[in-house]
């Protein structure tokens, strides 16, 4: 079941538009509370970078450690080599900002609604009032096969829809590689952690390209609010020239500088609850800044809606109690369907 509100509350600003206006000022809505707000940034810092080519080399025993250590101490991290062409990353990137600088009456063709989000947006969470995020997005299902409805996807640009899905094949198989390398560094099956997601026929995938326009007060907003991801992995694409990614680490906040041609990878709640809290899905949140736009292409990797999620018996012990109680991920979103990006509060509730 996904959400069952049909239509937004309240007529939708683009941010892009906001941003365009040259206004000085932020409307209140935009505003964060002053604990929210980003306030002095720490320093850009690096998060483990793992060379994926390690895995096919006399040296795939220490990079699966690499990664296991990562998901265990950050919940975060860079992979290079990592087989998905840096061509086809960047074409599509470039092709997804093009669609954004188009006049806005083409992209309202798309506008989503919350019943499905799927499209153009400028919000999530349909409660009346709420606080609202500097940015802009598209939203899209790659996976099942039977979601999937390329003629949601743009036109233009012309080569929109192939690269889309050239890119959601190859990313899709790196987070095959990747869930294989987990299930093992935990001590399951190889197939465990796909299976458990309802195998390569039946688990979800779906795109938000987030657009974050320039910010005429970056210090009071933030472009996207701290949440945690809901679903299994995310690999985020990053503009390389623009930070804007900052990881909750204790009582601060880290900016990722993210690397040229690397994808960063992070595990959300439902790999939290399958792994009994071995791994954790880590807080993050996105900062504005008032010289360049950026542009992000966030991958979700989820399992099938109906599927009952809960921690791997091999992972509880009476060392180890059971976490979380069980639940289906269809479930699990509608929550943060309603209320927006929350923070860790939901998976600690289960
Ligand atoms: C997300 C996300 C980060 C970014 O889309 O869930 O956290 O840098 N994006 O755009
Ligand atoms: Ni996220």
Known sequence: MMSTVQVWPEPVIRVQQLSDSGIRVIPDR????????????????DIPVIDMEGLSSGDAEVTAALIDQACREWGFFQVANHGVSPGLMARCREAWREFFQLPLAEKQRYANSPATYEGYGSRLGVEKGISLDW?????????????????KWPTLPVSCRELAAEYSREVVELCGKLMKILARNLGLREDYLLEAFGGEEELGACMRVNYYPKCPQPDRTLGLSSHSDPGGLTLL?????????????????????????????????????????????????????SAKERVSLALFYNPKGDKV????EELVSPGQPLRYSATTYNDYRLYIRTKGPCGKSQVESL
């Open 135 to 151: 940015s802009d997005y598209f939203f899209l299902h790659f996976l099942p096969i039977g979601l999937r409805d390329e003629n």
């Open 309 to 312: 999620i809960k921690p791997a």
């Open 237 to 289: 694409y990053s503009d390389e020239n623009v930070s804007g990614l900052q990881i909750r680490r204790g009582d601060t906040w880290i900016t990722v500088k993210p690397q040229p041609n690397t994808f960063i990878v992070n595990l959300g709640d439902q790999l939290q609850i399958l792994s009994n809290a071995n791994y954790k899905s880590v807080e993050h949140r996105v900062i504005v800044n």
């Open 30 to 45: 935009y505003v964060k509370k002053p604990a929210d707000q980003p306030g002095d940034a720490a320093a850009a810092s």
